[in-house]
């Protein structure tokens, strides 16, 4: 699968151990950055390009890695066909996936643990959308919302 992946300064120690192992996993990563930690840096300037690859179909789904994870998902939800939410158990990694077909994971750096995060991330890889016409029609209200606005 290919995985696009994100962290400022806040998460940028946590994505330096999620890389190789999404890659020993083999999937094939993009690192949108950053690509030193550098503690003036803004996480919408790594987390956009992520998002927007997500939205284009450029990687399968995202992962984005800031101090808590809360920013990473706010400004990852401002671009259109990106349902990105901050995750914090094994439930939601992979109920986020099959009911509201989210596409991009967001961990805190600060918050998360390196093996918390691995076993996040494979649920979240592993789940897939199931379609069902209630999940549709709850996509389709939001994809409205993204639409007017």
Known sequence: MKIGIAADHGGFALKQV???FLTEAGHEVTDFGAYSENNKDDYPDFVVPLAK?????EVERGIAICGSGVGAAIVANKVAGV?????????????????????LLCLGGRVTGNMAAEELILAFLKARFTGAERHLRRLQKVEQLEHKH
């Open 18 to 20: 999620i890389h190789p």
């Open 53 to 57: 690859a997500v939205a284009g179909n």
């Open 83 to 103: 349902r990105a939410a901050l995750i914090h158990d094994h439930f939601s990694a992979h109920q986020g996936v099959e009911d509201d077909d989210m596409n």
